[in-house]
């Protein structure tokens, strides 16, 4: 199981607290591999992008339209997290419902 998101996000942190075996990647220093981000892209479209991060807040309305692919390649921490990936299944948020799936109280 990996998971992916930032050592310095509060829910990433929760998230790899209950599932101490998860490997985990920092996207903003190790990036998000180019297959993991299609699929998960693919799996969750416009939600994997989050529109309440700061970083999104600083983007102008002509980086806003740009494809979200590569506003989540030049912009790894717009990827809302954690993302989870175990084995084929992929797992967005660290919502009641993922945890329950992962089966984590």
Request: aromatic share 6%; glycine share 6%; hydrophobic share 40%.
């Amino acid at each position: 199981m990996i998971l992916y998101g930032l050592k310095t996000c509060d829910t990433c942190r929760k998230a790899l607290k209950s599932l101490p075996d998860a490997e985990f990647v920092d996207v903003r220093s190790d990036g998000m591999p180019e297959p993991v981000l299609s699929a998960a892209l693919a799996a969750f479209e416009t939600a994997l992008v989050n529109t309440r991060s700061t970083t999104w807040r600083g983007l102008d309305e002509s980086e806003r339209a740009r494809p979200p692919l590569d506003l989540l390649r030049e912009h790894p921490t717009l990827m809302k997290r954690p993302l989870i990936v175990d084995g084929e299944q992929m797992y967005l948020g660290w919502t009641a419902q993922t945890r329950a799936a992962l089966g984590v109280s």
